[in-house]
């Protein structure tokens, strides 16, 4: 056989096409690299990913021995999918030197009914929604290291708090679609804790009767708002990177408890310049070009800036401040849309409040900033805080503007970069006996679940229906009396472990239908670098929130983790009310009153979330117990509104305008254009999603011959009132606050509903239908 010989060019040519063969195989595999194994795992079902290691091998990175712990962890729970563990290729050498994190952010609506229900919080029977100022919507924080090997979900939702129903059933869903990806370990459910959110979501009785019932429609449509926010955060996820800042936010909140956080040691109060948590913790995403993904906020402050005379659902003043930076970011979009995605948690805030007014006496003007938060005349129900603003729509955006205008400001100047391996866990705890250690030789316990008199009261940003007294540390012979004919006595044990609560509801030793407050409790961190994010079961009060900071930073200190930076994130996971300093406790205002695990809960709750922040500086996760499982109740009470067919006026088809806009406005403060329909119940439109909004105002573009809609129901500008009447008829009223910024033309309101529809022996139907006012002009002065 001939030999074959090349020419010098021929030679250059072989070598030129090698090199570029290689090239494109190198290419090829980082594109795998990064869109196969680590963005979303598509094509693998989506489980987890641990790395397997020889055991020589797992004394190397943090990051891989964390993944391993981690993913031990979850094949414990009950929820986890049984997959073999996949086995991951060494890291690319692209990623070793990275300190970003693959992240995703996303936002998707969960307002449920907005329309015979009550609104959760205030805790009053006649506060029912009646309709809507602003949606409500979960936003969702995906970060994982750039090997796919861990991940953490942060979600804050516009609700009043996360029941444990809720997240349990989040939970199940989330491990049916992605396996063991999501697990209870790594996803935090936290709540801002508007008061103008629907109530109906919960399974334990104390929750159920101050809903007045369950809405399975609203507890659904809260799933899944939460589920697709979750699933457009995985959807998205990119390279990025996370900077945090710090910065005290003025002149928004006071402590309304001011006379039991005097009760804290003076050396301990001395250490601080405000009896509440100024500071404001921002987090900053970027993906790597440098472009804005996402922002969360932790900050201490009350939404109840909407105050219990309200009956619009709205997200109040942190939802506030999440629409304005959400509408900077994202221009040209609508509310609730664009890629933008920010979120304005919950903190310790169980004794902020943002009226900064203080509390006043409503019939005579004076303080009534005392003990016992009462004055002279008509006693406790009349001493009320007010914020800043002429009425409370105002009040909301003071607050929420400063909030927005300060996180604003942190973003823009992050420049400190968390780094790092992310880290989780979580345990299950029976919080009705926890061992406290005091100190090195005397313990106490926690309690049965009991609420005292004082919870009661209610709050001097609510006060409660029956003149109850906050500060109350003796019973009433008469209110004991109707409570042991009715409930049943409570047992001396209780009694003497809440002490000095006198106790109002035994709830710890109710169970009829189902039990009263929950018994099991989570707990759990997650940490990216050098940030812990301990999610808190309820409202810690400021100096429950300061001594817990201190000692989980302590733990992580002492295991060699140095300056960690601890957030408390408030109402996640499951509500237990709040949680008060046992030197608070003493004085037995709102607060304590609803310290429902007795004197020690705070200790008990250090005590655990130390034993967590060990356990992560130490890798020693995988060595923690799961702990007792929650319940999941089924057949829980129905709501006591039913649903009745919807009726139009004779000679009226829904949808009609019944009045009409005037036919010209001025753009001038307070113009406000309204329209009146004939309307249908608004919860129809939890069942039948047709429409996506209640609301639109539109500006005929001559340019297009088209209607522009300028904004929604999701607009701070607008308001949708429902006005019920008997047997099936109703009205419905659309304002529209012309803003400043109005643009002069022709606009029109457009109205979109659901009614109930019943023919004789057929099942109801729900039926969509539009109702469009005449046009109208708005002009300059």
């Not at 003007?365 to 805080?385: F, H, K, L, R, V």
Request: with cysteine; aromatic share 10%.
């Amino acid at each position: 056989m001939a030999k074959c010989t090349f020419s010098n060019l021929e030679t250059f040519l072989i070598f030129l096409l090698v090199m570029m063969s290689a090239i494109t195989v190198a290419l090829l595999s980082l594109l795998f690299i990064t869109s196969g194994s680590i963005e979303n795992h598509k094509d693998l079902g989506g489980h987890f990913f641990s790395t397997t290691q020889s055991p020589s091998a797992t004394q190397g990175s943090t990051a891989a021995q964390r993944s391993t712990a981690t993913h031990s962890t979850a094949t414990q729970s009950s929820t986890a999918t049984q997959t073999s563990p996949v086995t991951l290729t060494p890291e690319s050498p692209l990623f070793q030197n990275f300190s970003g994190y693959h992240i995703g952010v996303g936002r998707a609506d969960c307002t449920g009914q907005v329309a015979d229900i009550n609104l959760m919080g205030y805790g009053k029977s006649s506060q029912n929604a009646q309709g809507i100022l602003t949606r409500l919507y979960s936003r969702a924080f995906i970060m994982a290291e750039p090997d796919g090997s861990n991940r953490t979900v942060f979600v804050s939702i516009d609700i009043g708090m996360v029941s444990q129903r809720l997240r349990l059933e989040v939970l199940n869903r989330l491990q049916s679609k992605y396996g063991s990806l999501y697990r209870r370990d790594n996803v935090i459910l936290s709540g801002t804790h508007t008061h103008s959110g629907p109530a109906g979501y919960f399974q334990y009785t104390v929750f159920v009767i101050a809903s007045e019932g369950f809405s399975n429609q609203t507890f659904q449509h809260m799933v899944t708002g939460i589920l697709k926010s979750i699933d457009i955060a995985h959807t998205n996820m990119k390279l990025g990177k996370i900077f945090i800042n710090k910065g005290n936010v003025d002149g928004v909140q006071i402590n309304r408890s001011p006379y039991s956080y005097l009760q804290n040691p003076q050396s301990e109060r001395a250490r601080y310049s405000s009896n509440t948590d100024k500071e404001m913790i921002v987090l900053k995403m970027v993906d790597l070009n440098g472009d804005d993904l996402g922002l969360i906020s932790w900050f201490a402050i009350h939404p109840v800036s909407m105050n219990n005379s309200n009956h619009l659902v709205n997200s109040d003043n942190v939802g506030y401040a999440s629409y304005l930076l959400e509408q900077e970011k994202n221009k040209g979009y609508l509310p609730g849309q664009g890629p933008f995605v920010a979120a304005f948690a919950s903190s310790n805030l169980g004794d902020v409040s943002p009226n900064i007014l203080g509390p006043r006496c409503i019939n005579t003007g004076e303080s009534c900033d005392n003990a016992n938060s009462t004055c002279p005349i008509g006693g406790p129900s009349m001493c009320i805080a007010k914020g800043p603003g002429q009425d409370m729509f105002d009040s909301t955006q003071i607050i929420g503007r400063a909030m927005y205008q300060r996180a604003k400001e942190l973003y823009a100047s992050a420049s400190q970069e968390v780094t790092g391996p992310l880290a989780s866990a979580h345990q299950w705890v029976d919080m009705t006996d926890v061992t406290v250690w005091l100190n090195s030789t005397h313990a106490s316990k926690t309690c049965k679940p009991a609420l005292g008199y004082s919870f009661a009261a209610g709050t001097i940003d609510g006060v409660g229906g029956l003149n109850f007294t906050q500060g109350k540390t003796e019973g009433d012979p008469f209110w004991d009396t109707i409570r042991d004919q009715i409930l049943g006595k409570p047992s001396e044990e209780i009694k003497e472990c809440h002490k000095p609560k006198p106790i109002l509801l035994h709830t710890g030793e109710l169970s009829k239908p189902h039990p009263w407050h929950p018994d099991i409790v989570d707990v759990q961190i997650i940490t990216l670098g050098s940030l812990a994010i301990t999610a808190i079961p309820g409202e810690f009060t400021t100096m429950s929130g300061r001594r817990l900071r201190e000692a989980v930073q302590a733990e992580f200190a002492s295991h060699g983790m140095q300056n960690m930076t601890v957030v408390i994130s408030g109402l996640c996971n499951v509500y237990t009310h709040y949680i008060t300093t046992y030197e608070e406790y003493q004085a037995q205002r709102y607060e304590a009153a609803s310290t429902i695990y007795g004197p020690h809960t705070l200790s008990a709750y250090i005590q655990l979330f130390r034993n967590l922040a060990k356990a992560i500086a130490t890798d020693t996760v995988a060595n923690l117990s799961r702990g007792p499982e929650p319940p999941f109740f089924k057949q829980l009470i129905v709501p006591l509104i039913p649903s009745i067919v919807d009726r139009a006026p004779k000679g009226r088809t829904f949808g009609d305008v019944l009045q009409p806009a005037k036919p010209e406005y001025r753009v001038v403060r307070l113009m406000i254009a309204e329209v009146i329909f004939v309307g249908a119940n608004p919860k129809n439109s939890v069942q039948n999603q047709t429409h996506q909004t209640f609301l639109t105002v539109e500006k005929y573009e001559a340019t297009s011959t088209s209607w522009q809609i300028v904004c929604n129901d999701a607009s701070w500008e607008t308001r949708f009132y429902w006005h019920k009447g008997l047997l099936g008829l109703s009205n419905a009223t659309v304002e529209w606050h012309i803003p400043d910024t109005a643009q002069p033309g022709i606009y029109r309101i457009r109205y979109f509903g659901h009614n109930r529809k019943q023919d004789i022996l057929k099942p109801a139907v729900v039926l969509s239908f539009e109702g469009t006012s005449p046009a109208f002009e708005v002009v300059t002065i």
